[in-house]
């Protein structure tokens, strides 16, 4: 089970600092990935952290946004800074034992997915 959390009402420029807990597995073994859905709009790929801890991020937020894991507290954060408006969403934690390279950033290939929170950045 993922539990996601951390997420918030923000001003443009601001930071958060989201975390998805694993329970019940070893989160170590396992690629995790970040995705976000705003309303209207499908599911996006945001960034992912594979096993070895080699890291992918979306376009859109490479330099602002750092995703990292403590293995030790089976816990994947997200860390997002310089936040815009349009990085309003439900942010969502997924993740996935065995997801080949070329397809970290696809939502279908991972088989388990957090609850989601909710972001919210004020203009």
């Known amino acids: 089970q993922l539990q996601a959390s951390g997420g918030g009402l923000v001003q443009a420029g601001g930071s958060l600092r989201l975390s998805c807990a694993a329970s019940?597995?070893?989160?170590?073994?396992?690629?995790v990935g970040w995705f976000c859905q705003a309303p209207g709009k499908e599911r996006e790929f945001v960034a992912a952290i594979r096993q070895s801890g080699a890291t992918y991020y979306a376009d859109s937020n490479k330099g602002r946004f750092t995703i990292s894991r403590d293995n030790a507290k089976n816990t994947v954060y997200l860390q997002m800074n310089s936040l815009k408006p349009e990085d309003t969403a439900v942010y969502y934690c997924?993740?996935?034992?065995?997801?080949?390279?070329?397809?970290?950033?696809?939502?279908?290939?991972?088989?388990?997915w957090g609850q989601g929170t909710q972001v919210t950045v004020s203009s």
């Open positions: 019940g597995r070893t989160f170590r073994s396992y690629v």
């Open positions: 997924a993740a996935d034992q065995s997801i080949i390279l070329s397809a970290v950033t696809s939502s279908q290939y991972y088989d388990f």
